[in-house]
Nanobody, 113 residues
């Protein structure tokens, strides 16, 4: 089973940017839909963005226009570019296929002044 490792999180001021990476241990070309999820304090884990094998994307309403999901099948990696970050974006971010797969350790994103 392909495993995923998230990285790129950190502490950033409101309005700042981060780019998260999701490195796969195997080929992701055969995985149709991949997603980024987050666990924010006091809330259940939620889906943030999805990308299909044909690069069709969908986003959580609250991140539309600020976040961009992309995938590099040649290098088995997926990204989440996050701009105009807000304190409410704080949380642990995970990547996983929409179907199947398992949760990794995630990467912590903290937006605070």
């Amino acid at each position: 089973q392909v495993q995923f490792v998230e990285s790129g999180g950190g502490l950033v001021q409101p309005g700042g940017s981060l780019r998260l990476s999701c490195a796969a241990s195997g080929n992701i070309r055969s995985i149709d839909t991949m997603g980024w999820y987050r666990q924010t304090p006091g809330k259940q884990r939620e889906a943030v963005a999805f990308i299909t094998g044909s690069d069709s994307t969908t986003y959580l309403n609250s991140v539309k226009g600020r976040f961009t999901i992309s995938r590099d099948n040649a290098n088995d990696i997926m990204y989440l570019q996050m701009n105009s970050l807000k304190p409410e974006d704080t949380g642990v971010y995970y990547c996983k296929p929409f179907v199947g797969g398992s949760w990794g350790q995630g990467t912590q994103v903290t937006v605070s002044s």
